[in-house]
């Protein structure tokens, strides 16, 4: 398989996903960037108690 056929193949692959998404409704939008937010959050909040966890172990 060459790069020629690669190319064409990763194109029409493209292609066809394209033609299957749509634009998502408002409320399945606003349901995921609540959902990425929450997780965005969380893992800050995880990471920030882990960073405190280790300036506790190091001061002591």
């Avoid at 997780?39 to 405190?52: Q, R």
Wanted: aromatic fraction near 4%; avoid cysteine; glycine fraction near 10%.
């Amino acid at each position: 398989m060459g790069i020629q056929d690669k190319i064409v193949k990763a194109y029409t692959e493209t292609r066809r996903i394209l033609r299957l998404s749509r634009k998502p409704k408002r409320v399945e939008f606003k349901e995921t960037a609540k959902i990425t937010g929450l997780g965005m959050i969380l893992i800050g909040l995880l990471g920030f108690i882990i960073l405190l966890i280790s300036e506790l172990i190091r001061g002591v």
